[in-house]
Every structure is written in C-alpha cells, then in structure tokens.
C-alpha cells in the first residue's frame, strides 16, 4: 500500500473533522449571543446563520485533497439544510454566509486568479463587510422600526381598548433560558393607566440609570417632561430578580407614549 492511497482517505476525514468542529464552534458562539442578552434575536440569528455556513463549508473545502469547489457545494448545500431546518436559524444570512464562502473557495482554486484580482476580491470583501456591518447596527437599534400585534398580556390588560392602541413595538432583547423584551406602547394616557393596572404595577421613585442605555432609536435618553414611572414589585434593574415577570414602565403623557422593560425569568 502506497503512502498517497493512506494520507488521503485521512485528509478527508480531516476534512470531515473541521467541518463538523467549525459547526461546534459556531453553535456554541451562537449560543453565547443569545444567552448574553446584548443583542436582539433579529440580529443574532442572521448573524448566527452566517457564521455558521460560512465556516463549515471554509473549513471543510480548505483542507479538501481535491475537488474544494465540489466539496464547497455539497457543505453548502448540507449546511443551510440543517442550519435552517433543525437549528432554524435565519434562511437569509445562511445562504449569504454559504454563497460567500463558496465564492471564496471557487475562486482561490481558480487558474486564472491574479494579483489583481486578489485586490479586487478583497476590496468587494471589504464593501460586503462595511454593508453587512450596517445592516447589523440598524438591526440592533431596531431601524426601521415596525409595529406588531400586541402581546398577550396587553391584550389581556387591556380587553376591549386593546384597539385604542395606536401602535406597538416590540424590541427582542434576547436571551437563552431568562428573557427580555422592549416595549413601546403608542396610546392615550387612559389607555396606559389600563396597562398600569392590567399588569399590577406600582409608582416608582425614580428611573434605574440602566433604563436609559437601551438600544431602540425611538428609547428615550432621558426624563420626559411630566413622565411618570411604574414597576413591578419585584423588578430590578442590577440583577436577574426572582422568577416570574417583572415590569419597569415610563409613561410620557405628552408624546403619547410608555416605553416598558420587561424581564421574563424562568
């Protein structure tokens, strides 16, 4: 038995190796995101998806023996199939992440790449990463914001002047067992004095410094002018709290407006 017949039988189980260690990887930083709380789902799942097709299909097709473009295409295809259907991450990032990396490895094995073209990759590389930036950081501070149906528990505060509310935005803070959301609720002030008591909450004395760092665009920055404050019994803004669901509400009567932080602890 030759020496080539043994090393590449091993060069495509390493190959195998690296794809399935780079989908590890790649869950665990996904995971990682989502259990931090930073940032909202709407962002760390195309974000998730991306990364993990993208390197799946690099690292298995970079240490291919041969055929990188065919084993690119059949990862990718493998890939956005278990990416999508059983982690059910974003379809849209996994098929970018996927069509770049394959991209990528088509074009490295070609025999007519050059110097030149090496720049004009890098640069095009350069402008999807300065786009895939800025679509990212619109994401997370909810640009453009879009209203939702209401939640259930404002459908229940609420009964039959749940139609009286103009508008609703609901921010996904995220969160892997523990969970937080951002509400915005557009509505006149008698229409938020029934999400005041629909939900049991009580007046605060003041506003936790931490309420005003939030991502949304539309949060406020600061104390409105004649705003009031509501919270539940056991909210708090430092740590986790007890378990159950917690409310801290700041109602601004001129804008029309209550913005709620909600904390859902398992």
């Known amino acids: 038995m030759n020496s080539s017949s043994v090393r590449e039988p091993l060069a495509w189980l390493l190959a195998a190796g690296a794809a399935a ?20 789902t709407d962002f760390v799942e195309p974000v998730s998806g991306f990364m993990t097709s993208l390197l799946v299909i690099l690292a298995g097709a970079s240490l291919a023996p041969r055929q990188r ?19 059910r991450l974003h379809l849209a990032g996994t098929l970018v992440g996927g069509f770049t990396s394959v ?20 640069i095009g590389a350069v402008v999807v990463v300065l786009v895939l930036t800025a679509v990212g950081l619109a994401r997370i501070v909810d640009q453009p914001a879009r209203p939702v149906a209401l ?3 404002l459908d229940r505060a609420l009964g039959a002047s749940a139609a009286r509310v103009t508008a609703f935005h609901r921010y996904d803070r995220g969160g892997f067992i523990d969970h937080q959301w951002l509400w915005r609720i ?24 931490a309420f005003w760092w939030m991502p949304p665009h539309y949060w406020p920055r600061g104390l409105p002018a004649e705003a009031r404050a509501f919270r539940s019994a056991a909210f708090t803004a430092d740590g986790r709290g007890p378990d159950g669901v917690h409310y801290f509400l700041l109602h601004d009567p ?13």
Request: hydrophobic share 55%; proline share 4%; glycine share 6%.
């Open 186 to 209: 557009d509505a006149t002030p008698d229409v938020i004095a029934l999400v005041v008591k629909g939900l049991g909450l009580r007046e605060a004395d003041s506003v936790p410094r």
């Open 21 to 40: 260690l780079a989908f590890c990887v790649a869950l665990v930083l996904s995971l990682f995101l989502l259990a931090v709380g930073l940032f909202p």
């Open 151 to 153: 939640v259930p528990e």
């Open 103 to 122: 991209a990528c490895v088509g074009w490295w094995d070609h025999l007519r790449r050059t110097g030149r073209s090496t720049r004009r990759v890098a």
């Open 69 to 87: 473009f065919v084993v690119a295409l059949v990862l990718f295809v493998a890939s956005t199939i278990l990416i999508t259907t059983y982690l």
């Open 254 to 266: 001129a804008r029309n407006r209550a913005f709620v932080w909600v904390k859902s602890n398992f």
